[in-house]
């Protein structure tokens, strides 16, 4: 008998509102579902105000006014760094993080600080990556007993270092980058997935979906997509051909004001025959494959602004 196909749900948690409400509720979510995820905690200080940085970027202010930002993150959390200290995530909410372990779901490391992460990391050194890295770590170690095991990068923003990291830390597995997309969110090359880097250890298993945000009230095929229809869409992606997928929320959207979208999304997923699955029970499934070696590689994903890690098409 065939394996179902796998939609492999990876939850990155930006932010401390993120983590108090959004979590526990994907976790009573999940549970229902009795779907497998992976929840990758940002576990260090919350500076999301420090965001406003990018509003000179192409497409920043695009992306802003597509998906209500101000009504998804709060204005507090957008005040943190700003006008407001950032609360230290890991240190306050340790209590939430152990209960998604305990509720039976696969927990790793999304980065210390989002947005500092996010803005900085390609064009820094080792010493600098190292050290952020660490302190990642050794914070996930004293919230749960036991050193990580996976990692997700913020923003999917990482350097040369940052991938070396991982083999020295003993990383089986991580989900960094992206798979390239076309303008309606469908894989620009079929045969997408799992790979590594040329000369390291370590799987990466690239994001071959859209996010919520990436699609919200952008026009595809003469249809602006809203919260009435954008599950529908995502479906259809997923519908033909049906095949192992890596679908990347947040805690601070799927977890609060767009639940309701993803229960369509985790109902019709089950429909379609995937089995809702954690990176842990992905690599499980592919760790004795032969995968490709890749060089690290940046572009660009439509609805997105700004350069990603990427997976070019024909890898």
Same mark, same amino acid.
């Given at each position: 008998m065939?394996?179902?196909?796998?939609l @492999?749900? %990876?939850i990155d @948690?930006d932010?401390?509102?993120?983590t108090?409400?959004? @979590?526990p509720? *994907?976790v009573?979510m *999940?549970?229902r579902?009795? /779907?497998?995820?992976t929840?990758?905690?940002s576990?260090?200080?919350?500076?999301t105000?420090? /965001?406003?940085r990018?509003?000179l970027?192409?497409?920043?202010?695009?992306?802003? =006014?597509r998906?209500s930002v @101000?009504?998804h993150y709060?204005? %507090?959390?957008?005040?943190?760094?700003?006008?407001?200290p950032?609360?230290d995530?890991?240190?306050?909410?340790a209590?939430?993080?152990r209960?998604?372990?305990?509720a039976?779901?696969?927990?790793?490391?999304?980065?210390?600080?989002?947005v500092y992460?996010?803005?900085?990391?390609?064009t820094?050194?080792? &010493?600098?990556?190292?050290a952020i890295?660490q302190k990642?770590?050794q914070r996930? %170690?004293?919230?749960?007993?036991e050193a990580?095991h996976t990692?997700? &990068?913020?923003?999917?923003?990482m350097?040369?270092?940052a991938?070396a990291r991982h083999?020295s830390?003993g990383?089986r597995?991580?989900s960094?980058?992206r798979a390239?997309l076309?303008?309606?969110?469908?894989l620009?090359?079929?045969?997408?997935?799992p790979?590594?880097?040329?000369?390291?250890d370590?799987?990466q298993m690239?994001?071959t979906l859209?996010t919520?945000?990436e699609?919200l009230g952008?026009e595809?095929d003469?249809?602006?997509l809203d919260?009435?229809?954008?599950?529908?869409?995502l479906?259809?992606?997923? &519908?033909?051909?049906v095949r192992?997928?890596?679908?990347?929320?947040?805690?601070?959207l799927?977890?609060?004001? *767009?639940a309701p979208?993803f229960?369509q999304?985790?109902?019709?997923?089950?429909?379609?025959?995937y089995?809702l &699955? =954690?990176?842990a029970?992905?690599?499980?499934?592919? %760790?004795? /494959?032969?995968l490709?070696?890749?060089p690290?590689q940046w572009?660009?994903v439509p609805g997105? =602004?700004?350069?990603?890690?990427v997976l070019?098409?024909?890898h």
């Amino acid at each position: 008998m065939t394996p179902a196909p796998l939609l @492999v749900l %990876k939850i990155d @948690v930006d932010t401390y509102r993120g983590t108090r409400e959004g @979590v526990p509720n *994907l976790v009573r979510m *999940l549970t229902r579902h009795a /779907a497998g995820a992976t929840f990758l905690f940002s576990l260090g200080p919350d500076h999301t105000g420090w /965001a406003m940085r990018r509003a000179l970027r192409p497409g920043f202010f695009q992306k802003v =006014s597509r998906t209500s930002v @101000v009504e998804h993150y709060g204005i %507090k959390t957008l005040m943190y760094g700003v006008l407001l200290p950032g609360p230290d995530i890991g240190a306050r909410t340790a209590a939430e993080m152990r209960a998604v372990r305990d509720a039976g779901f696969e927990c790793g490391i999304h980065t210390w600080d989002h947005v500092y992460w996010q803005d900085h990391v390609r064009t820094r050194d080792k &010493a600098w990556t190292d050290a952020i890295m660490q302190k990642s770590e050794q914070r996930y %170690k004293a919230v749960f007993g036991e050193a990580p095991h996976t990692h997700g &990068a913020a923003g999917w923003q990482m350097n040369q270092y940052a991938f070396a990291r991982h083999d020295s830390a003993g990383y089986r597995y991580a989900s960094d980058g992206r798979a390239q997309l076309r303008d309606d969110g469908a894989l620009l090359d079929p045969q997408a997935g799992p790979y590594r880097y040329q000369g390291l250890d370590c799987i990466q298993m690239p994001t071959t979906l859209p996010t919520l945000d990436e699609l919200l009230g952008r026009e595809i095929d003469g249809v602006v997509l809203d919260n009435d229809n954008i599950a529908a869409h995502l479906l259809k992606l997923t &519908a033909d051909p049906v095949r192992d997928h890596v679908y990347t929320l947040h805690a601070e959207l799927e977890g609060q004001k *767009l639940a309701p979208i993803f229960e369509q999304l985790l109902s019709g997923w089950k429909a379609q025959g995937y089995r809702l &699955a =954690s990176m842990a029970d992905y690599y499980e499934k592919i %760790k004795q /494959a032969s995968l490709p070696a890749v060089p690290l590689q940046w572009g660009q994903v439509p609805g997105r =602004s700004g350069d990603l890690i990427v997976l070019e098409p024909g890898h």
